[in-house]
């Protein structure tokens, strides 16, 4: 399908006058079986979730992608906008990219609506976003900033469920207020939204002041919503055993990562234990991503791929510090064969530890059983594979600080990092096991 030129779709005023009738379209819980009722979710994430991330992650056991949040009226007015951020002939197509729910802020219901008409063939569901807690969202009044409004908000799903031919489904912020996030809720629902995310923290929850999502109130929320709404989970997800206990303790549907996903797409795999499936070598992960770029060679993907090479690399980066600068300079413009030398470089680098004689014994993942504060245990991940990120907290990672807020001393992140240090350090010393050391061969 080609995109129509701007001047072909229609001005605001002339949209959402014809309401479809709803028998056509499936619905809940419906809906969700006939996309095969997905358990593990990539959240839409700006400049993330495109089109080759997507298909990686699928790789990985994911069974649901959400496309990044596009802005609604600039994907109706602005060409431009639109070919940046989706390929008409790539995105949402169905040999690698369904089930897809493709995410729009907003705050005009006509513009939503117009934006929504462009690709209801290309997907399988429309999203609101009502999540998005920064400065630009409260600027232009959407995302989370809608919470202030509802009237605006129902009307826009509501918009939306009478007019497209596909699903409306919406994903929201908590307020600290337990009720008042179920009457929201319901408010969501009503309107007509299908689905519903929640993200358990609250629109001030960002930034430094990010914390733990809060599972206790998804199970309240879950409890107090119609028995039979499809109900998705999002935050708190490190491994691949938190999904597990998500759904155990929230009762949800299925669980949305956003970070998890990032720094390691294996966060989603759960058939079996295998290393190289949950925590992905990160030479590997890189090669597969890189050569998906290529193969799609997208807009979105191109401009995405420096922020993905960071985030599988994060903990590698902070023992080979000397690849950031090189990563650092590449740009949108950079060529493939740059990329390429910077794939072959890690190659190499992580092959050489391949080669140590003592690989099985220090190629594990540890579990420090202890269950933490967040419910779950931290874990002790070789730093050539993929691994979670501890976001910083007041400058604090933020597991070092919940440790230190339970007054535990054993500080978890600290020892970790001195693991993967002396894990590199056991490697260069049994590689130069047999080579005389510079030290050794300087007369003193
Ligand atoms: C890089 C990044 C981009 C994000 N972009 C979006 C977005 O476009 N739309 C949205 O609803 N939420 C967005 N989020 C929020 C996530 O979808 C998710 O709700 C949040 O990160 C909590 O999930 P997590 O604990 O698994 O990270 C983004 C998050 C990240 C880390």
């Known amino acids: 399908m080609t995109v129509p030129p701007s001047s072909s779709i229609p001005s605001p005023s002339q949209s959402s006058s014809e309401i479809l009738p709803q028998s056509k379209k499936l619905q809940g819980r419906e809906f969700y079986n006939s996309i095969g009722q997905p358990k593990t979710i990539v959240a839409p994430m700006v400049d993330q979730s495109e089109l080759a991330w997507r298909i990686l992650s699928r790789r990985y056991g994911a069974e649901l992608c959400y496309t990044p949040m596009f802005h609604a009226k600039l994907f109706v007015t602005s060409e431009k906008y639109r070919q940046n951020m989706w390929d ?72 939306l469920h009478d007019n497209l031919k596909i699903p409306v489904t919406a994903k929201i912020r908590i307020y600290d207020d337990w009720e008042k996030s179920l009457e929201y809720a319901k408010m969501v629902l009503k309107a007509g939204a299908q689905f519903i995310t929640i993200h358990g923290r609250t629109r001030d929850m960002k930034g430094q002041q990010t914390g733990l999502a809060n599972w206790k109130i998804l199970k309240y929320l879950r409890d107090n919503l119609p028995k039979d709404q499809v109900f998705f989970a999002n935050g708190n997800i490190l491994y691949p055993i938190d999904l597990k206990r998500c759904m155990n303790e929230t009762l949800c549907d299925a669980v949305m990562s956003a970070e998890g996903n990032l720094y390691n797409p294996g966060v989603f795999w759960t058939k079996n234990n295998d290393i190289n499936k949950q925590f992905p070598r990160v030479d590997k992960l890189l090669r597969e991503y890189f050569e998906i770029v290529k193969s799609i060679d997208t807009l979105a993907s191109r401009h995405s791929m420096k922020a993905h090479f960071f985030k599988i690399m994060h903990e590698f980066l902070n023992i080979h510090k000397e690849l950031r600068p090189i990563i650092g300079q590449t740009s949108v413009h950079s060529s493939y064969d740059d990329w390429e030398k910077i794939v072959i470089q890690v190659e190499e680098i992580i092959n050489k530890i391949y080669e140590n004689p003592n690989i099985k014994e220090i190629d594990i993942i540890e579990d420090n059983n202890k269950i933490e504060e967040w419910g779950g245990s931290y874990k002790i991940i070789p730093y050539w594979r993929c691994q979670p990120y501890f976001r910083k907290v007041d400058g604090e990672k933020q597991n070092t600080r919940l440790l230190k807020i339970a007054g535990e001393n054993d500080l978890v992140v600290t020892s970790d990092e001195a693991k993967q240090k002396k894990l590199k350090r056991e490697l260069e010393d049994d590689s130069n096991d047999n080579v005389v050391s510079k030290k050794q061969a300087i007369p003193i």
Do not use: H
């Not at 008409?117 to 959407?142: M, R, T, V």
């Open 88 to 159: 008409f002939t790539k995105d949402g197509n169905f040999e690698n990219d369904r089930p897809l729910i493709v995410q729009f802020c907003a705050n005009d219901p006509d513009y939503l609506l117009q934006a929504s008409k462009i690709i209801e063939n290309n997907c399988d569901a429309i999203d609101l976003n009502l999540g998005c807690p920064q400065g630009i969202a409260k600027k232009g009044k959407y995302g989370a900033f809608l919470m202030d409004d509802w009237d605006l908000i129902y009307k826009l799903i509501k918009n």
